[in-house]
């Protein structure tokens, strides 16, 4: 079963840079759909980017221009590089990852703290 591991989370002051990695078991994200969600307290999941198979990359409004997905097909991972950080980015980030319609593969996610 294919496993993701996200890692690179930690605590940062408002418009500090972090980014996140999304480390595969296999070649699964080189063919799916693999995306970052985030939980901040209180509030439900919610989308962050995905980056397709064949690259093309989408972002939630709330952080268009700021973050940026990206995948590294050799070393079957995924990352997301956060800039600007200010504190409503403050959440659990999750690598989850797709073959159909549904994102049914998904990591334990890592703590972005953003202190204003």
């Known amino acids: 079963q294919v496993q993701l591991v996200e890692s690179g989370g930690g605590l940062v002051q408002a418009g500090a840079s972090l980014t996140l990695s999304c480390a595969a078991s296999g070649r699964f994200v080189n063919v799916a759909d693999t995306a970052w969600f985030r939980q901040a307290p209180g509030k439900e999941r919610e989308f962050v980017a995905r980056i397709t198979p064949g690259g093309e990359t989408i972002y939630a409004d709330s952080v268009k221009g700021r973050f940026t997905i990206s995948r590294d097909v050799r070393k079957f991972m995924v990352f997301l590089r956060m800039t600007s950080l200010i504190y409503d980015d403050t959440a659990v980030y999750y690598c989850?990852?797709?073959?159909?319609?549904?994102?049914?593969?998904w990591g334990q996610g890592t703590q972005v703290t953003v202190s204003s």
């Open positions: 989850a990852a797709r073959r159909g319609s549904t994102y049914d593969t």
